[in-house]
């Protein structure tokens, strides 16, 4: 069925870039304007929301919200429990490939989190995105008052120190549709990572600070640096340095360290810490120089069959233009930062009219852009992270693991759980459940997550042990490690407790490193140790290989803590 186009669709002003009131193209595709803004509004809810929140928040009929939901959960990018939908960590793959396009997290993400420990104090990296900015790394220190901007969020340029930098090289075009923003959102209101101004029934024009952030651009274009004397809300304070491209001056990124009044000033900032920023900045200018260039890899493929299968699969259940404009963005990546309309299609399998159209689309929602070298070509933007990415890029093991967990629990009706594997230095290993979901029967386990358990005596920490050489393992145990690294599960039967049998496997991170253990615990009586090998072994393999995908898509850009 061909897409449609949107001569009329009211509903698409909700996925356009804060303050557009731009009308989409003839030719722009309107199952994937409102498939954004579906995104859009999961995003800024953190992630989950009512299907009829969904309904009264993008304006859309239900059967339009149900049918979106459905195909983005065919996708993998939310979940669907009961009446709500939940991003799921495959979202970010759409984000992933902007990072992986742009390159900088890949090549200065070390060099941030280098500073932030020699300093004490947080370090980011900011994009420019129109008239604000987005953050592409965030290196935090954890303290009970911390930054809670997340990689992805979008903030007001005039509200930040990147923010003045990034101005300071604006066109007069770009003041005035910055100006034009600010008349038509005093509050902040479509910013809703920052807290919003306070309010102003008349306020004057021009808007109040605006005058004030010309003067701090101007100071930002000469000086070279920029300060933010809790511009976002009292006690934050930052200061930012531009890193450049080395081969042409132009301004890629902002890096700033961030601090609270209660520790540092902004007045110590700029004579503390400044110098030190302008260093670190200066090295990753080097990284950058001497990068060598990327290496393309391998591009996706299957993704047009993929999405035919699924129409056919589904039905009408399925809107086959929203995942077909969808996959567009996963084209791009590390080498394929800028791609012509026939690489894309290419890529993607798709037909050109309908990457053209997609690339249409993106284009009117600002996702999208046409860099000026190489020619008629077209790149993805920073706007591409505001697609689910925020909420999950803090994400943990447990929480990405435990609806993997009720969904082994519920198809096997035995209960399950995840552990880490504990070494302290002058005692035994020890596991410690950090999620768990328990099994409907009367004779159950029901372990509290914190528990801690000697790692020798149970399947989740055998399955650890072996893969950690270093680990001191109980003498008894030194010939079962071998054979349980070679099978990749571990038995516990009857060792912890009576009538009690288990069975694990490891969860590894990208490097292949186990760092976390997944069981199902069994009682004797239910099921044999073959029962274990033969009905459990299968799903716990499948489960473990679902947590690992999300695990591997979560982490490449950000850092997924085990607890």
């Given amino acids: 069925m061909p897409a449609q186009t949107v001569p009329n669709a009211p509903e698409a002003a909700l996925a356009q870039p804060p ?42 009929a239900r059967s339009t919200v149900d049918r979106i939901t459905a195909t983005l959960a065919h996708m993998g990018h939310l979940r669907l429990d009961g009446r709500d939908a939940t991003l799921t960590p495959h979202v970010m793959e759409l984000g992933n490939a902007y990072l992986a396009a742009l390159r900088l997290p890949t090549l200065l993400d070390a060099r941030a989190d280098a500073l932030a420990d020699e300093l004490d104090e947080s370090v980011s990296l900011a994009v420019a995105d129109h008239d604000g900015i987005r953050f ?17 969020d979008l903030l007001p340029a005039e509200r930040t120190a990147p923010g003045s930098l990034f101005a300071a090289g604006w066109t007069p075009e770009e003041w005035t549709a910055w100006r034009a923003r600010r008349a038509a959102d005093p509050e902040d209101r479509t910013f809703p990572a920052v807290p919003p101004r306070a309010p102003s029934p008349t306020p004057p024009r021009p808007l109040p600070g605006d005058e004030e952030f010309v003067r701090r651009a ?55 810490l400044l110098p030190r920023l302008r260093t670190a900045v200066t090295e990753m200018e ?7 260039p990327a290496d393309p890899g391998p591009s996706p493929s299957g993704l047009a069959t993929w999405t035919t299968a699924s129409k056919h699969e589904l039905g009408r259940e399925f ?122 029967r009367v004779l159950t386990v029901d372990i ?3 528990t801690r358990l000697p790692a020798h005596v149970t399947a989740l920490g ?43 496997v490891p969860i590894r991170d990208r490097t292949g490193r186990a760092v976390a253990a997944l069981n199902v615990a069994t009682h004797a009586a239910r099921r044999t140790l073959e029962d274990c090998i033969t009905q ?22 950000t850092r997924v803590p085990l607890t």
Avoid at 331 to 343: S, V
């Fill in 19 to 60: 303050g557009s009131t731009a009308v989409p193209p003839p030719e722009a595709i309107a199952p994937l304007i409102r498939g954004i803004t579906v995104l859009h509004r999961l995003t800024e809810a953190d992630g989950t929301l009512s299907l009829s929140a969904l309904e009264r928040s993008t304006g859309l």
């Fill in 136 to 152: 592409i790394h965030q290196a935090t220190r954890r303290r009970a008052l911390s930054l809670s901007f997340r990689i992805g």
């Fill in 218 to 272: 101007a100071r930002a274009a000469t000086g070279g640096w920029a300060l933010d004397d809790q511009l976002i809300e009292p006690g934050l304070v930052a200061v930012s340095v531009p890193v450049r491209d080395p081969r042409t001056g132009r301004v890629l990124c902002a890096a700033s360290v961030v601090s609270h009044t209660s520790r540092r000033t902004a007045a110590d900032l700029r004579a503390t």
């Fill in 286 to 292: 080097t990284v950058l120089r001497d990068a060598p």
């Fill in 319 to 440: 809107i086959e233009s929203l995942a077909r404009g969808l996959t567009v963005l996963t084209a791009f990546g590390e080498g394929r930062a800028a791609l012509t309309l026939t690489e894309i299609a290419k890529a993607t399998g798709l037909a050109r009219a309908t990457v053209r159209r997609t690339l249409i689309t993106y284009a009117h929602l600002g996702l999208v852009t046409t860099p000026p070298a190489p020619p008629h070509t077209f790149a993805l933007t920073p706007r591409v992270l505001s697609l689910g990415f925020p909420p999950l890029s803090r994400t943990t093991l447990p929480r990405l693991a435990t609806p993997h967990l009720k969904a082994l629990t519920h198809r096997l009706n035995e209960p399950t759980a995840l552990a880490i594997l504990l070494t302290p230095p002058d005692a035994e290993p020890e596991i410690q459940y950090t999620a768990g979901a328990t099994a409907p």
């Fill in 448 to 450: 509290t997550v914190g």
């Fill in 462 to 504: 055998r399955v650890l042990l072996a893969d950690a050489p270093t680990a001191p393992p109980g003498p008894d145990l030194l010939p079962d490690l071998a054979e349980i690294r070679a099978q990749g599960y571990a038995l516990a039967d009857e060792e912890l407790e009576s009538g009690l049998r288990a069975i694990a």
């Fill in 536 to 557: 459990i072994l299968p799903e716990l393999t499948h489960t473990a290989t679902r947590i690992q995908s999300d695990l591997h898509t979560a982490s490449r850009f």
